[in-house]
């Protein structure tokens, strides 16, 4: 049975395939089904031990199957070339954290050991299929497939050392989805774009707050897509001279020939393109609109364009900043992310996950907050969202003396916040008073057109007449709303001029 | 007063000659540590800057840091100077994070264009708002 009747399968058992877990339990026809697979297969059960490993997988891997029942693949931690087969194949294997969550995932990892595993192969793409009982959380069976990578296109031309090779590996992995798992229904969609995003390689517009992770996302989409062999660079359009964007872009340069360092690169994060000048903003256009050409060899599109910005598309064109062409053309895909103020929910995973980062190089290792520092937490707006977290907590470990953070090791500026927010009355619940607000605009409105007709020698007539009321009516509100007579306070209709005189 | 720190990293002065100038013009603190771990330090202590790392023969050590510095200080740029192009090299640099790749020619002009218009995101603040680092 090759690669093709295996997919086709599954769609063979008509109205019971959604039970195919259940009964592949029992009768274990699915050992002979996957036995014969022409590429490496392995199923891991829910402790994540191999239950299961092809002909393809013992011989792509060295190990026989014996052998392989022992390993279990819970180990996230990367390997080094000096420890055993075992470990390194063990975190080769490991499912990453959304696969246990019970959605599809692949990976691609780097293999320490060459000859006795791999050979020539070093890096594998294992694509992860978790099978779900109903009602079951933590998934049942994961069906793993192994696809190695026969050489890595970035280091074809100028081989990098196998330590500059794991650098970059290690730098991948940080960019992984786990960073935006989340229960809340914006996040949940936001993970569904960032998987379609990998899929394709339109360009991806990324709206977000100043600090929302808006180049993360653009990282972790590029590093799961296919093309994630090449690099990824950042260009910010507000900070670096056009010129220089333009050279790296489109090979331009006005003043200076020279090498262009663009030659590896498969996708290029503009962060807020509508600080770039027209010209280059109409030629980043075309080259986008070219890019998008089927027809096209592959290798002649040029790096995808991922960009970000604080403002939405149609926003900035309205400011004049953005050209509507430029919009339009990277408005294939937008994603938004939500401001951290709108994700208080996913606070305690996010803390978690940056705490080690937070405190790393500290002499005290911090493991929690204490119960007053997460009410603070809770309490704050966060206008400087995912990077404003990460400072405060930073912060606060070089300031904690324990394990804990608490109330005391957080910023005073952010406590100040904190306190003022609480202070201030709630826009929600404070009482509109309409009665009172028209009285007020109208009470104003009358004291300004007394003011301007200041000196007539009819002043209420023709304030009155500024303000298109009959005389009497205007008489008739100034008593209600208690506002003196300027006439009488004058002492007559032409007081002031008189007392002047 | 918390001056824009400059940070040069290099084994022969050059880019800190080219670059003094124009530090000294814009009241910009320019440090040149002779240690890789200084640097992060320097981050740690100093608030965000630009760091303009000048590759040497030590590449694996001067990228780990690198890699370092952009995990633990994502704010911090960085602008990398090669002194010929390895197209290995310079893929890995930009997925380090870095703002820009220097290839040669290293004009003063050329480098002072690049300094000056990313030390300009640290001359009216030095946080986005006022919490933190």
């Known amino acids: 049975m090759n690669e093709e009747d295996a997919k086709g399968a599954p769609g063979q058992q008509g109205p019971d395939a959604p039970r195919f877990p259940r009964r592949l339990a029992k009768d274990f026809r699915w050992q002979a089904f996957f036995e014969r697979c022409a590429e490496p297969v ?15 997988w013992e011989m792509l891997t060295g190990m026989a199957k014996d052998e392989a029942h022992v390993l279990v693949c819970r180990r996230p931690r990367p390997v080094s070339a000096d420890d055993p087969i075992e470990e390194i194949l063990a975190h080769a294997l490991t499912p990453p954290s959304e696969v246990l969550r019970g959605a599809s995932g692949h990976v691609r990892r780097l293999l320490p050991a060459p000859k006795s595993v791999v050979g020539a192969s070093r890096w594998w793409e294992i694509e992860f299929l978790p099978l779900l009982q109903e009602g079951e959380q933590g998934g049942y069976l994961i069906v793993g497939r192994i696809r190695p990578v026969p050489a890595v296109e970035l280091i074809r031309d100028h081989p990098l050392s196998e330590k500059l090779v794991n650098l970059r590996q290690r730098r991948i992995e ?39 992770g808006k180049q993360t996302l653009a ?3 590029h590093y799961l897509s296919p093309r994630r062999d090449g690099a990824c660079a950042v260009l ?66 040029g790096p995808r364009i991922f960009a970000g910005s604080v403002m939405p598309p149609a926003q900035a064109v309205r400011s004049g900043r953005l050209l509507d062409e430029l919009a339009c053309a990277l408005s294939a895909l937008v994603l938004e992310v939500p401001p951290l103020r709108e994700r208080l929910a996913d606070l305690p995973s996010l803390v978690e996950r940056l705490l080690p980062r937070a405190c790393f190089g500290r002499d005290t290792r911090v493991t929690n907050l204490r119960a007053d520092a997460w009410a603070l937490l809770r309490a704050y707006s966060w206008p400087g969202n995912l990077r404003e977290l990460y400072n405060v907590l930073r912060s606060a470990c070089a300031h904690a003396s324990g394990e804990q953070i608490c109330a005391a090791d957080l ?52 304030a009155a007449r500024l303000l298109g009321i009959p005389r009497a009516r205007l008489w008739r509100r ?7 007579d300027p006439e009488q306070e004058a002492g007559g209709p032409a007081g002031e001029d008189a007392r002047e005189e | ?47 965000p800057g630009l760091l303009v790392l000048h590759l040497s023969r030590d590449l694996e050590r001067e990228l780990a840091m690198l890699e370092q510095l952009s995990w633990l200080h994502p ?26 790749v220097l290839l040669p020619p290293h004009t003063r002009e050329r480098l002072e264009e690049i300094v000056l218009h990313l030390m300009k995101q640290y001359q009216p603040a030095m946080s986005t708002n006022g919490v933190g680092t």
């Not at chain 1, 100034?478 to 003196?484: E, K, P, T």
């Not at chain 2, 100038?21 to 009241?27: E, H, M």
């Not at chain 2, 100077?81 to 390895?86: F, G, I, R």
Request: proline letters at 5%; aromatic letters at 6%.
């Open chain 1, 236 to 301: 910010d359009c507000q900070h670096l001279p056009p010129t220089v964007i333009s050279h790296l872009l489109f090979g331009l340069d006005r003043r200076e020939a020279g090498p262009t360092g663009r030659e590896g690169l498969a996708a290029v994060y503009l962060r807020e393109p509508a600080f770039l000048p027209r010209d280059v903003q109409l030629l980043l256009c075309e080259r986008i609109m070219g890019g998008r050409d089927a027809r096209a060899p592959e290798g002649a599109t």
């Open chain 2, 75 to 100: 704010d911090a740029a960085v602008v990398l100077v090669a002194d010929n192009e390895q197209r290995g090299l310079t893929s890995l640099a930009w997925d380090l994070g870095v703002r820009f």
């Open chain 2, 1 to 47: 007063m918390q001056y824009p720190q400059l940070l040069v990293y290099e084994t022969d002065r050059r880019l800190a000659g080219l670059l003094q100038r124009l530090a000294d013009k814009n009241n910009w603190l320019l440090r040149e540590p002779r240690q890789l771990s200084a640097v992060l330090r320097l981050f740690d202590r100093g608030g």
């Open chain 1, 411 to 462: 910023p005073a500026e952010l406590c100040r916040a904190v306190q003022r927010e609480q202070m201030a009355p709630r826009t929600t619940d404070k009482t509109l008073p309409l009665e009172q607000l028209l009285e007020e605009a109208e009470r104003r409105l009358i004291q300004l057109a007394l003011q301007r007709a200041r000196g007539h020698k009819a002043q209420k007539a023709q």
């Open chain 1, 219 to 221: 990282r972790t989409i």
């Open chain 1, 174 to 212: 940080r960019f992984g989805m786990d960073a935006w798992a989340s229960s809340l229904p914006a996040m949940r969609r936001l993970g569904e774009q960032i998987r379609l995003a990998s899929q394709v390689t339109t360009p991806v517009l990324i709206v977000g707050e100043v600090g929302s």
């Open chain 1, 478 to 484: 100034m008593l209600a709303l208690g506002i003196a």
């Open chain 1, 42 to 56: 392995f199923v891991l059960d829910r402790r994540r031990r191999l239950l299961f490993v092809n002909r393809a």
